[in-house]
């Protein structure tokens, strides 16, 4: 296990020399969000009363949630930036933030006057992130994911706080980029917060903090699924070229989206790896393919992955994730140990141990609240949260199975990490963008 690097190779590693004490007393510490959110009022009145102007890369459904839990989270917070690849993205999205600022009876609710985005301000194309990131305190990022490196990097250079969705990238290179910004800001007072929102949600934290303290004894097992349906599809226009429809649709373009294991079923990956003390696996065996979503318009992603992850010491993790209509869903995660069995997306434990999460009276669990709650009150208290290696690890996870499955490879975390498939498009224009063929396992390169 120690010869797995979970860094990019310049870093030092934060955990690989953990105990299962070391990582007691630090999930301890982030346990109950909160009382990390009360450290806001305690950073003093000048730094709490500061507008912390907020900027969003990504006008699309995340990035409205996103904006509206940044907003809740601090009242000295004013939306001033909005950027995306196309104009009417961004206006409508515009339109409906600007629409919270009076209730149904035109009365102004919390966000008036704190959505203030002037013509200047909004910026359309596929590089609108460096001047949302100029004109900001805080970016929000939740833009289609292969874009994601580079802007991160571009945040990260300038000093920016920073809210960042999942996958963090789509590809190695793209990867190793992001990692070694995130390595570069570590201890000079920015914050990351991932998107892996079940990070922030009380009632996963309390029973992986459960886990960890023997609840189950030693883990021998994992089981994760995000068995699921479809997701949407925008349609297509004739007068749109190949990239337009391809970025209007980018979950189905592995170049764009990383594919759904990485886009969607990364949250499961992240449960398991979280799981295991945020250790590495070894290697990934993984298989797929595409079954009932095979038209054109489903560009080249797969619809479905199998994969067992060898942990080592005789500990697997099995994993599956699809996206098919009609067939039973599932999403859930389970951590088979020598005393029980913990249910990590119900929130119990059975076994040696019973126990199960009940939410605190007046506690509303909210993970994509929480996890700008605690970051505003991270940044207010001058101890800004860092998410890069949740994220970047995560990332990898999801780019393993892919991997292994388009190829039919068994593939190391290491070979993945150093994977060299750079999936970016020829040119960053609206044209041509010929659509690569479907991975077919045993003929298709791991690169
Ligand atoms: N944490 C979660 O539970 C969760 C839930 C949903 C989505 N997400 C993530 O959030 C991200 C966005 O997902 P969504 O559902 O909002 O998709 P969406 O398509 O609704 O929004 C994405 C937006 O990004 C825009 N865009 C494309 N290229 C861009 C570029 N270069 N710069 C700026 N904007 C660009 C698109 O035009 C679109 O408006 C994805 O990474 C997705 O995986 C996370």
């Known amino acids: 296990m120690s010869s797995r690097s979970f860094e990019t190779p310049s870093a030092t590693s934060e955990s690989t020399g953990s105990s299962r004490r070391e990582i007691l007393r630090a999930a301890g510490a982030v ?59 961004l206006e409508s999205k515009l339109q409906e933030f600007e629409g919270r600022m009076t209730d149904n009876d035109g009365n102004p609710t919390k966000f008036a006057g704190r959505i203030d985005v002037p013509a200047e301000n909004r910026i359309v194309g596929l590089d609108c992130h460096e001047k949302v990131v100029d004109l900001c305190d805080v970016v929000l990022f939740a833009s289609t994911p292969h874009f994601r490196p580079a802007q991160v ?15 963090v990238a789509v590809d190695g290179p793209g990867l190793r980029k992001i990692w070694q910004a995130m390595n570069d800001v570590k201890g000079k007072g ?16 309390a029973t992986f903090q459960k886990i960890r303290e023997g609840a189950i004894g030693d883990i021998k097992a994992i089981e994760c699924s995000y068995d699921t349906g479809a997701l949407w599809h925008r ?67 797969f619809d479905h992955f199998n994969a067992v992850f060898d942990f080592g010491s005789g500990v697997k993790a099995f994993f599956s994730c699809r996206q098919w209509n009609g067939a039973d869903r599932d999403v859930s995660d389970h951590v088979y140990g020598t005393k029980g069995i913990a249910h990590t997306q119900t929130h119990r434990i059975e076994g040696e141990t019973k126990w199960r999460w009940r939410t605190p009276e007046g506690m509303v669990d909210d993970m994509y609240q929480n996890e700008h709650d605690a970051m505003f009150a991270s940044i207010r208290a001058g101890k800004p949260i860092h ?61």
């Open 31 to 89: 346990t109950a969000l909160g009382a990390t959110a009360s450290l806001a009022g305690a950073s003093g009145q000048d730094d709490a009363t500061k507008i912390l102007r907020v900027g969003l890369v990504g006008c699309g459904g995340r990035g409205g949630g996103a904006v509206i839990n940044a907003l809740s989270a601090d009242p000295n917070t004013k939306l001033v930036a909005m950027g995306d690849a196309f104009s009417d993205r």
């Open 153 to 167: 990097v571009y945040a990260a250079k300038a000093g920016k706080h920073m809210f960042v969705e999942k996958p």
């Open 190 to 205: 920015i914050a990351v917060v991932t998107g892996l929102c079940y990070r922030y949600q009380n009632a996963k934290r």
């Open 235 to 301: 349609g297509q226009k004739p007068e749109w070229t190949e990239m337009e429809t391809q970025l209007r649709n980018w979950l189905y373009y592995t170049w764009a989206s990383g594919d759904h294991v990485a886009e969607q079923a990364i949250h499961n990956l992240d449960k398991m790896i979280w799981a295991m003390d945020d250790q590495p696996p070894v290697s990934v065996k993984a298989q797929g393919g595409r079954i009932v979503r095979t038209e054109p318009k489903y560009g080249n992603v």
């Open 387 to 447: 998410d890069g290696d949740v994220m970047c690890r995560a990332t990898l996870l999801a780019l393993m199975v892919r991997m292994s499955a388009y190829s039919g490879k068994v593939i190391s975390w290491n070979q993945a990490l150093e994977s060299k498939e750079d999936l970016s498009p020829k040119k960053y224009e609206f044209g041509p963008n010929p659509v690569p063929p479907v991975a077919q396992p045993g003929v298709t390169p791991f690169v």
